[in-house]
């Protein structure tokens, strides 16, 4: 006959019994989901000053413009007209707010209508008093003006708009039959690739 267990060791045995059990009901849970991590927005890259700081003082009397109140009427100005109109009624000090996209890349809603061809929002931005550009000028079809530019600063015909568009792009998208990007290419004659955003008739 085996010897009696201890009342010790039966308290022991139990213990791990116990555990080991709960232990395998846990691992047969299903396990709970982890919440979504945030989208990661933009960061301000770093910097410090390597030269003297200017002598005048922003008195920043007023806050800045939010940025996400930026970045969606950039958005919507690439391609709905109703928000642009919604968004710049509402808060009409957005119509000349310019997103930086990363690195410089620039771009207002004027910007983001222009370089899509959208006729209609560049021209309701512009009724609103949206500051117009060389860029845009192309795209609508203003030879006269562009002209201009050109010959105050002939190296404008190298210029980048948003996202690295160029002006032949922008005259590509064009209402005028071609006399804009006819002038452009006179000027400096460019491969042109299909443009995207160029509506078939």
Same mark, same amino acid.
């Given at each position: 006959m085996s010897d009696p267990i201890s009342r010790r060791t039966f308290t022991t045995l139990s213990a791990g019994f116990v555990l080991g059990s709960a232990a395998d009901l846990r691992a047969d849970e299903p396990k709970k989901a982890e919440p979504p991590k945030p989208t990661a927005g933009p960061v301000e890259a770093a910097f410090e000053r390597d030269y003297p700081a200017p002598a005048f003082k922003p008195a920043w009397k007023n806050p800045q413009l939010n940025r996400v109140l930026v970045q969606d009427f950039v958005v919507f100005a690439h391609s709905d007209l109703d928000m642009t109109? /919604?968004? *710049?009624? /509402?808060?009409? *000090?957005?119509?000349n707010g310019a997103m930086d996209w990363g690195n410089g890349d620039?771009?207002?809603?004027l910007g983001g209508a222009s370089h899509m061809g959208r006729h209609d929002i560049v021209e309701f931005l512009l009724e609103k008093g949206a500051r117009i550009d060389l860029f845009c000028a192309a795209m609508m079809g203003q030879l006269d003006a562009v002209k201009s530019f050109l010959t105050l600063q002939p190296k404008l015909i190298d210029a980048k708009g948003p996202h690295g568009f160029t002006l032949h792009f922008h005259a590509q998208l064009a209402r005028d039959g071609g006399k804009v990007l006819d002038y452009l290419q006179s000027v400096k004659k460019v491969e042109l690739k299909p443009n995207p955003f160029l509506k078939k008739p």
């Amino acid at each position: 006959m085996s010897d009696p267990i201890s009342r010790r060791t039966f308290t022991t045995l139990s213990a791990g019994f116990v555990l080991g059990s709960a232990a395998d009901l846990r691992a047969d849970e299903p396990k709970k989901a982890e919440p979504p991590k945030p989208t990661a927005g933009p960061v301000e890259a770093a910097f410090e000053r390597d030269y003297p700081a200017p002598a005048f003082k922003p008195a920043w009397k007023n806050p800045q413009l939010n940025r996400v109140l930026v970045q969606d009427f950039v958005v919507f100005a690439h391609s709905d007209l109703d928000m642009t109109k /919604k968004l *710049a009624e /509402k808060y009409p *000090a957005v119509l000349n707010g310019a997103m930086d996209w990363g690195n410089g890349d620039w771009e207002t809603g004027l910007g983001g209508a222009s370089h899509m061809g959208r006729h209609d929002i560049v021209e309701f931005l512009l009724e609103k008093g949206a500051r117009i550009d060389l860029f845009c000028a192309a795209m609508m079809g203003q030879l006269d003006a562009v002209k201009s530019f050109l010959t105050l600063q002939p190296k404008l015909i190298d210029a980048k708009g948003p996202h690295g568009f160029t002006l032949h792009f922008h005259a590509q998208l064009a209402r005028d039959g071609g006399k804009v990007l006819d002038y452009l290419q006179s000027v400096k004659k460019v491969e042109l690739k299909p443009n995207p955003f160029l509506k078939k008739p």
